[in-house]
């Protein structure tokens, strides 16, 4: 979920002179008003109960890279019509929808990404980007501007390439040049750590450059195939605590679901996947996360109010050891309220066709 009222980072990284100060004073300003929405966003989910927080859609789900953990992705899969695209925003805009994260597979291989960006802002929407980052350039930045996205997040998982990811320091620190000269929206890097990851160490140098460049830096620990915990070396853990200490500005530094998880301890919460967070794989259907897709697989376009409100109070199995950070910052909103009574997967009976399309797939 991205919430960083604390500002877009980078203004006193650039001089200011020339096209470079317009781009300053173009990114205060949108900042100030991605504040005032982000605000309202936290407000609207306090007063209600009754629609998506965040959701996550994919427009394709091929991929121009293969690391060696992730399980999102393929090489082939063409992208999803724009048309259709349009037509899911406006269904998550109907349902009360306050985030859009647009994921993948990488999303930039979309050639109409910037159109499917301005529906998500043309229908009041906060407009969000997870890409690895590779295909950027400063033309493609001035394009996702122009677009109105509001928040970009791109994962480096090492600083020189390996067999595990090429997503590396190495391979991406001039694109993070480029958007720390040119991006007006709110740009994260998040350095990552794990037992794919030969050498912690990198996290740390990963955040340190963010954070020289004036962007935000985040820390995730890599899930096993399922999205569930696998426990930090004791050094591991020394580097996420620093990390996190560095990253003030970050919404992320506001929980402690990932403090745990670095110490491998679980995590009680109330986990609301299927209501508050919702996860739209390229085929259209609604499933609790990217780790938990099956489930319950209904099309977007028969997802109901009643639908969200059942799976508010039902309980997830899988929570206590997740690792998907997204869905727990959404959940923080409700910690408070709406103890989970129903058991997963077995829906109250007026939704029991529920039951029955969740098997069926």
């Known amino acids: 979920m991205w ?7 980078a203004l006193g990284h650039l001089p200011m002179n020339g096209p470079i100060s317009l781009v300053v004073l173009r990114r205060a300003t949108r900042a100030a008003s991605r504040g005032v929405r982000e605000w309202r966003m ?14 996550h859609i994919i427009p394709i789900r091929r991929c121009n890279l293969s690391c060696a953990y992730c399980n999102e992705f393929d090489s082939f899969s063409k992208p999803v019509p724009t048309a259709e695209m349009l037509r899911r925003i406006d269904r998550l805009a109907a349902l009360g929808t306050t985030i859009i994260t647009i994921s993948g597979g990488e999303p930039l291989l ?5 159109e499917i960006i301005r529906r998500i802002r043309r229908r009041g929407i906060i407009a969000g980007l997870i890409t690895n980052g590779y295909l950027l350039t400063p033309e493609r930045i001035a394009r996702l501007n ?3 996205l509001d928040h970009m997040q791109i994962s480096i998982d090492n600083v020189m390439p390996d067999e595990v990811s090429k997503k590396s320091l190495k391979a991406l620190d001039k694109k993070l040049e480029m958007l720390a000269q ?13 037992s794919p990851v030969r050498n912690p160490e990198d996290a740390l140098a990963v955040a340190r450059r963010a954070l020289s460049l004036g ?7 890599l899930h096993d195939g399922s999205g569930q915990l696998q426990p930090l070396s004791q050094r ?13 500005a970050s919404y992320a530094r506001l929980n402690d679901f990932q403090r745990n998880i670095a110490l491998g301890k679980p995590n009680n919460w109330r986990c609301r996947a299927g209501s508050r967070y919702l996860y739209i794989c390229e085929d259209g259907l609604v499933h609790y996360c990217s780790q938990q897709r099956g489930y319950p697989a209904i099309p977007l376009d028969e997802y109901t109010p009643a639908h969200l ?3 508010f109070f039902t309980n997830k199995t899988c929570a206590p050891r997740c690792t998907v950070s997204c869905v727990q910052q959404v959940a923080m909103i409700d910690f408070w309220r709406g103890p989970q009574t129903r058991a997963a997967f077995k829906p109250a009976e007026p939704l029991v066709q529920l039951q029955s399309r969740a098997a069926e797939r």
């Open 110 to 114: 979309h050639s109409e990404l910037d």
């Open 182 to 194: 040119y991006a007006e929206f709110h740009v994260n890097i998040n350095s990552v750590l794990g």
């Open 42 to 55: 936290i407000a609207k989910g306090l007063l209600s109960t009754r629609h998506p927080i965040d959701a």
């Open 236 to 248: 591991q853990q020394e580097i996420f605590l620093e990390i996190m200490r560095m990253g003030k």
């Open 309 to 311: 409100e059942h799976e």
């Open 215 to 221: 962007l935000t830096s985040t820390v995730g620990i």
């Open 3 to 9: 919430i960083n009222v604390a500002g877009a980072g």
């Open 146 to 148: 122009r677009a109105g």
